[in-house]
């Protein structure tokens, strides 16, 4: 392909891209296959010879779109939302093009440069402390990551070694072994699995706080843990506190836990990926407070923000606190700036070295949306949730589990959890809506969470009329069931 085809097939392209996402709605938004459907309809080797655009095109429609879960769809309520605007598609298009790999500031300059002023611009935004700023000189700082995951174990593993080299550094005897074996890091009963995962990979015990009733984590709980594990020869070291908890959009106590970890010596990790962009919202911003005590903070613009994934902005107060903990420099990666104090390698922040230019994207979307627009969009979704909300609220057969505090909605029909499950099952395998369930203190719960950017009032009426439907036919099977039982 040279570059005249580039320019006929990329416009095609485009309009292929409008085309799907203008008519996703006429899509069926959860796929009609099996495991390993798409094995039979490839060739099992790639082809010897070139072939055309048109042929792939059309294998798109074939084989890859009926095997598409529509995350995009107005119809789509599962997970949570990721973030999808046609100036970040443009933007990534830039990206792909541009090319290069900014692991350090000579491997691209425009790419480190724009990304320390994309993640300034993003904090102030959130009214973030000074001390997470770059500015021009601030000993903070933002990087993008590929996802909240990543941002928790760079935490978790940035915070070992500075507690190592600590302990260390007041008694050399003591072996980084003997140091790692007592460590112990805590989060929420109600955190995100990738805390865990990044406990396994970091090689450090988690342990989990009891939540309250409103499943937040709390001042008197944390304490507790803390004093039985130093009173039994452990370290504490970490902590994750988690602003919008995936289950049901918990928020914990920063307030209290902040200055428990700041007293304690704790590092204080503060993870709102999906929350942080409602940050933005005055109305919102209160959920933040206690920010201050954090050590690293994290959110998810390719969640909430219409940035296209992946984009997972990550602050830390002290950015050496990453730098001595990820720092190598061979001949190869060197180069001049690099010791003048007057530039970021962002190779030192993060697990990978090859990084993307993704601030190109928040760039794009800052500038054509504007603050305001943003704003609007969040504003829109938490309206709609509520909306969800007093509607499920009108039906004496139905519950909610949780106070709905952004855009996720938390119900269940009231019965047992065979019922709900059964209610799920029946909505899914429908296909006219996506659900997910969670587990609340024991309970199956569902939940509906506004994702889709093109999503209105009309479609949140249309998928409750849908599950008001299923759930008569489960009711009445429930019912016949019983009644068989008594006979």
């Known amino acids: 392909m040279n570059a005249s085809e580039f320019r006929r097939r990329g416009k095609e392209m485009v309009d292929y891209m409008a085309d799907y996402l203008e008519g996703i709605e006429g899509r069926q938004v959860f796929p009609d ?16 010879e070139p072939e055309t655009f048109e042929a792939i095109i059309e294998d798109v429609e074939k084989i890859i779109m009926p095997g598409v879960t ?71 700082g933002g990087v993008i990551q590929g996802t909240a995951s990543e941002a928790t174990l760079v935490a978790l593993l940035a915070a070992r070694t500075k507690v190592t080299r600590r302990l260390q550094a007041a008694s050399p005897e003591l072996t980084q072994a003997a140091i790692m074996e007592k460590l112990v890091a ?12 990044a406990g396994l990979i970091g ?26 594990d130093k009173a039994a020869g452990l370290i504490p070291f970490f902590v994750v506190a988690t602003l919008g908890t995936t289950s049901c959009c918990s928020f914990d ?37 206690g920010v201050e ?13 219409l940035v296209n994934f992946d984009c997972s902005a990550m602050w830390v107060k002290k950015r050496t606190d990453l730098t001595g903990a990820f720092r190598l420099d061979p001949v190869y990666l060197r180069h001049s700036h690099q010791d003048s104090g007057l530039i970021t390698d962002y190779r030192h922040w993060q697990l990978p070295l090859g990084r993307r230019f993704r ?18 969009y969040i504003r829109k979704h938490v309206q709609l949730a509520h ?61 509906f969470a506004i994702c889709s950017r093109t999503v209105e009032l009309a479609h949140v009426q249309l998928a409750w009329e849908h599950i008001q439907e299923m759930a008569a036919v489960v009711l009445r099977a429930q019912g016949e069931e019983k009644a068989e039982i008594k006979n």
């Open 70 to 140: 529509h995350w995009h769809s107005p119809y789509f309520f599962a997970y949570f939302p990721t973030a999808s605007s046609y100036p970040a598609m443009l933007a990534d298009m830039l990206c792909g093009a541009i090319g290069c790999i900014g692991f350090s500031w000579a491997a691209s300059p425009a790419c480190t440069e724009l990304e320390t002023v994309m993640m300034d611009w993003l904090g102030k935004m959130l009214q973030l402390p000074e001390a997470f700023l770059a500015g021009q000189a601030g000993e903070g």
């Open 203 to 228: 090689g450090v015990r988690l342990k989990a706080i009891p939540s309250d009733g409103k499943f937040a984590m709390r001042a008197s709980a944390l304490q507790e843990a803390l004093e039985r």
């Open 253 to 289: 106590n920063l307030l209290e836990v902040g200055p428990i970890c700041h007293e304690e010596g704790l590092w204080l990790h503060v993870d709102a990926a999906y929350a942080g962009s409602a940050f933005i919202c005055p109305e919102f911003r209160h959920l933040l407070n």
């Open 387 to 447: 909306a969800f909300e007093a509607l499920v609220r009108q039906d004496a057969h139905f519950e909610i589990c949780a106070e709905v505090t952004l855009g996720l909605v938390c119900f269940r029909l009231k019965g047992s959890n065979k019922l709900n499950e059964a209610l799920l099952e029946s909505i899914n395998s429908a296909k006219k809506i996506h659900l997910v369930p969670c587990s609340l203190r024991d309970q199956f719960v569902l939940r």
């Open 359 to 376: 601030s190109l994207k928040m760039w794009f979307v800052f500038r054509m949306y504007g603050v305001k627009g943003l704003q609007a």
């Open 33 to 48: 296959v099996c495991p390993g459907y798409l094995r039979s309809l490839i060739p099992t080797t790639a082809p010897q």
């Open 186 to 197: 805590y989060a929420s009963d109600q955190a995100h699995s990738s805390v865990e995962k």
């Open 293 to 305: 005590f954090a050590d690293s903070f994290n959110f998810n613009p390719h969640k909430w923000l």
